[in-house]
Protein backbone atom coordinates (compact mmCIF):
# COMPACT_ATOMS: atom_id res chain seq x y z
CA UNK A 1 0.00 0.00 0.00
CA UNK A 2 1.27 3.36 -0.72
CA UNK A 3 1.64 5.68 2.00
CA UNK A 4 -0.58 8.67 3.04
CA UNK A 5 1.54 12.02 2.02
CA UNK A 6 0.12 15.62 2.24
CA UNK A 7 -0.96 16.17 -1.55
CA UNK A 8 0.60 19.33 -2.58
CA UNK A 9 -2.98 20.20 -4.60
CA UNK A 10 -4.21 21.49 -1.09
CA UNK A 11 -1.92 24.41 -1.45
CA UNK A 12 -1.41 27.23 -3.49
CA UNK A 13 1.85 26.54 -4.72
CA UNK A 14 1.60 29.34 -7.88
CA UNK A 15 5.21 30.05 -6.37
CA UNK A 16 6.81 27.43 -6.97
CA UNK A 17 8.93 25.69 -9.70
CA UNK A 18 9.47 22.16 -10.52
CA UNK A 19 6.22 20.82 -8.94
CA UNK A 20 6.34 17.68 -11.33
CA UNK A 21 9.87 16.56 -10.50
CA UNK A 22 9.17 17.37 -6.78
CA UNK A 23 6.47 15.25 -6.66
CA UNK A 24 8.46 12.32 -7.97
CA UNK A 25 10.97 12.87 -5.30
CA UNK A 26 8.20 12.97 -2.76
CA UNK A 27 7.16 9.46 -4.21
CA UNK A 28 10.73 8.26 -4.01
CA UNK A 29 11.34 9.62 -0.19
CA UNK A 30 7.62 7.69 0.93
CA UNK A 31 8.17 4.62 -1.13
CA UNK A 32 12.41 3.74 -1.14
CA UNK A 33 13.44 6.22 0.90
CA UNK A 34 10.42 5.15 3.74
CA UNK A 35 11.79 1.47 3.16
CA UNK A 36 15.56 2.16 3.41
CA UNK A 37 14.88 4.38 6.50
CA UNK A 38 16.14 7.37 5.25
CA UNK A 39 12.69 9.21 6.44
CA UNK A 40 10.52 8.13 9.47
CA UNK A 41 6.79 6.63 8.31
CA UNK A 42 5.63 9.24 10.72
CA UNK A 43 7.05 11.84 8.29
CA UNK A 44 5.13 10.25 5.07
CA UNK A 45 1.70 12.35 6.15
CA UNK A 46 4.39 15.63 6.26
CA UNK A 47 6.47 15.02 3.68
CA UNK A 48 5.56 18.31 1.22
CA UNK A 49 4.54 20.58 4.21
CA UNK A 50 7.40 19.86 6.77
CA UNK A 51 10.06 18.84 4.51
CA UNK A 52 9.87 19.84 0.61
CA UNK A 53 8.61 22.91 0.77
CA UNK A 54 10.01 24.07 4.28
CA UNK A 55 13.58 23.83 2.14
CA UNK A 56 12.13 25.38 -1.27
CA UNK A 57 11.32 28.66 0.45
CA UNK A 58 14.97 29.17 1.26
CA UNK A 59 16.00 28.78 -1.82
CA UNK A 60 13.43 30.79 -3.66
CA UNK A 61 13.40 33.92 -1.23
CA UNK A 62 13.80 36.98 -2.55
CA UNK A 63 16.46 38.08 -0.31
CA UNK A 64 18.60 35.89 -2.68
CA UNK A 65 19.77 33.84 0.19
CA UNK A 66 21.66 31.55 -1.95
CA UNK A 67 22.54 33.67 -5.07
CA UNK A 68 22.77 33.05 -8.72
CA UNK A 69 25.29 30.27 -9.48
CA UNK A 70 26.53 29.38 -6.31
CA UNK A 71 28.39 26.40 -5.57
CA UNK A 72 26.28 24.78 -3.10
CA UNK A 73 27.53 21.71 -0.50
CA UNK A 74 25.04 20.32 1.80
CA UNK A 75 26.14 18.75 4.68
CA UNK A 76 24.76 15.59 5.99
CA UNK A 77 22.57 15.24 3.33
CA UNK A 78 20.53 12.11 4.21
CA UNK A 79 17.65 11.87 2.01
CA UNK A 80 18.55 14.96 0.14
CA UNK A 81 17.20 17.34 2.18
CA UNK A 82 17.98 20.35 1.34
CA UNK A 83 20.46 19.97 -1.72
CA UNK A 84 18.01 17.69 -3.78
CA UNK A 85 15.30 20.49 -3.63
CA UNK A 86 17.16 22.92 -4.29
CA UNK A 87 18.59 21.50 -7.22
CA UNK A 88 14.96 20.71 -8.24
CA UNK A 89 14.06 24.33 -8.25
CA UNK A 90 17.28 26.01 -9.19
CA UNK A 91 18.61 24.55 -12.36
CA UNK A 92 21.36 27.62 -12.04
CA UNK A 93 23.04 25.52 -8.83
CA UNK A 94 25.65 22.89 -8.67
CA UNK A 95 25.54 21.11 -5.44
CA UNK A 96 27.44 18.51 -3.83
CA UNK A 97 25.61 16.23 -1.58
CA UNK A 98 28.46 15.07 1.27
CA UNK A 99 26.80 12.40 3.67
CA UNK A 100 29.30 9.98 5.72
CA UNK A 101 27.34 6.71 5.78
CA UNK A 102 27.48 4.24 3.12
CA UNK A 103 23.57 3.40 2.28
CA UNK A 104 22.47 6.67 2.41
CA UNK A 105 25.35 7.46 -0.28
CA UNK A 106 23.65 5.04 -2.18
CA UNK A 107 20.07 6.10 -1.88
CA UNK A 108 21.49 9.40 -3.25
CA UNK A 109 23.26 8.24 -5.89
CA UNK A 110 20.15 6.66 -7.28
CA UNK A 111 18.23 9.33 -6.28
CA UNK A 112 20.47 12.02 -8.55
CA UNK A 113 20.13 9.77 -11.26
CA UNK A 114 16.43 9.16 -11.24
CA UNK A 115 15.91 12.61 -11.35
CA UNK A 116 17.91 13.76 -13.95
CA UNK A 117 20.77 15.64 -11.66
CA UNK A 118 23.84 13.96 -12.62
CA UNK A 119 25.32 16.99 -14.40
CA UNK A 120 24.65 19.62 -11.54
CA UNK A 121 24.33 16.96 -8.26
CA UNK A 122 27.28 15.05 -7.18
CA UNK A 123 27.43 12.82 -4.54
CA UNK A 124 30.30 12.49 -1.69
CA UNK A 125 31.15 9.92 0.74
CA UNK A 126 32.64 11.66 3.10
CA UNK A 127 32.37 13.35 6.54
CA UNK A 128 32.20 17.62 6.17
CA UNK A 129 35.50 17.84 8.49
CA UNK A 130 37.88 15.79 6.64
CA UNK A 131 36.93 17.82 3.16
CA UNK A 132 38.58 21.24 3.89
CA UNK A 133 41.11 21.17 1.35
CA UNK A 134 39.52 19.49 -1.11
CA UNK A 135 36.10 21.53 -1.28
CA UNK A 136 35.26 25.00 -1.60
CA UNK A 137 31.55 26.57 -1.64
CA UNK A 138 29.75 30.07 -1.66
CA UNK A 139 27.24 28.46 0.34
CA UNK A 140 27.39 25.54 2.94
CA UNK A 141 23.99 24.22 3.86
CA UNK A 142 22.69 22.12 6.33
CA UNK A 143 19.37 20.92 7.58
CA UNK A 144 18.52 18.46 11.06
CA UNK A 145 22.33 17.19 11.36
CA UNK A 146 23.84 19.06 14.21
CA UNK A 147 24.01 22.03 16.91
CA UNK A 148 25.31 25.16 15.32
CA UNK A 149 28.69 25.98 16.80
CA UNK A 150 29.31 22.22 15.50
CA UNK A 151 28.11 23.60 12.10
CA UNK A 152 30.34 26.24 12.33
CA UNK A 153 33.71 24.25 12.69
CA UNK A 154 32.52 21.81 10.00
CA UNK A 155 31.24 24.34 7.71
CA UNK A 156 33.62 27.49 7.94
CA UNK A 157 36.77 25.53 6.36
CA UNK A 158 34.44 24.98 3.13
CA UNK A 159 32.96 28.56 2.63
CA UNK A 160 35.28 30.80 -0.23
CA UNK A 161 36.18 34.02 0.87
CA UNK A 162 32.89 35.52 1.14
CA UNK A 163 31.12 32.42 0.96
CA UNK A 164 28.18 31.58 3.43
CA UNK A 165 26.17 29.12 5.77
CA UNK A 166 23.08 28.66 5.51
CA UNK A 167 21.59 26.43 8.46
CA UNK A 168 17.89 25.19 8.13
CA UNK A 169 16.79 25.84 11.94
CA UNK A 170 13.49 25.09 13.84
CA UNK A 171 12.03 27.73 16.60
CA UNK A 172 14.96 27.13 18.50
CA UNK A 173 17.54 28.72 16.07
CA UNK A 174 17.96 32.53 17.63
CA UNK A 175 19.01 30.60 21.27
CA UNK A 176 21.62 28.13 19.09
CA UNK A 177 23.08 31.20 17.57
CA UNK A 178 23.24 33.05 20.56
CA UNK A 179 25.06 30.27 22.07
CA UNK A 180 27.64 29.89 19.39
CA UNK A 181 28.39 33.37 19.87
CA UNK A 182 32.22 32.84 20.76
CA UNK A 183 32.71 30.22 18.12
CA UNK A 184 31.19 32.72 15.52
CA UNK A 185 33.27 35.33 16.69
CA UNK A 186 36.61 33.40 16.92
CA UNK A 187 36.52 32.51 13.51
CA UNK A 188 35.27 36.02 12.50
CA UNK A 189 32.38 35.24 11.59
CA UNK A 190 28.61 36.82 12.32
CA UNK A 191 25.17 35.06 11.98
CA UNK A 192 21.78 36.46 12.13
CA UNK A 193 17.94 35.05 11.96
CA UNK A 194 16.58 34.98 9.27
CA UNK A 195 12.77 33.82 8.52
CA UNK A 196 11.95 32.72 5.14
CA UNK A 197 8.62 31.82 3.25
CA UNK A 198 6.04 33.59 5.50
CA UNK A 199 4.48 34.71 2.36
CA UNK A 200 4.14 31.48 1.00
CA UNK A 201 3.71 28.72 4.06
CA UNK A 202 1.83 28.94 7.06
CA UNK A 203 4.74 27.80 8.83
CA UNK A 204 7.69 29.68 8.06
CA UNK A 205 11.09 28.38 8.12
CA UNK A 206 13.95 29.69 10.10
CA UNK A 207 17.55 30.03 8.81
CA UNK A 208 20.37 30.87 10.57
CA UNK A 209 22.98 32.77 7.78
CA UNK A 210 26.47 33.09 9.08
CA UNK A 211 29.05 34.63 6.94
CA UNK A 212 32.99 36.39 7.49
CA UNK A 213 32.70 40.13 8.90
CA UNK A 214 32.33 42.49 5.98
CA UNK A 215 30.29 40.05 3.93
CA UNK A 216 27.00 39.98 5.64
Same mark, same amino acid.
Given at each position: ?M? =???????T???WLP? $????????????? +??? =????? &?? $???? !???????? #?C? +??????? #??? @? *???RV? *??????G %?? &????A?V??????????????R? =?????????? &??????????A?????? !????????????????? $??? *???A @???? &??G $?????????A??????????L??????G????????? %???????? %???? =?? #?N
Amino acid at each position: MMP =ECDAPESTDLHWLPA $RQDLAEYASILTT +VGL =ERGLI &GP $RETS !RIWSRHLL #NCA +VVALDPA #NLV @P *DGSRVI *DIGSGAG %LP &GVVWALVRPDLHITLVESKSRRC =EFLIELVDAL &GLTERVTVRRARAEDLA !RQLRADVVTARAVASLD $RLI *DWAA @PLMT &GSG $RLVALKGEGAQTELCSAGSRLASRGLVGRVVVVGDQW %LPEPTRVV %LVSR =EG #NN
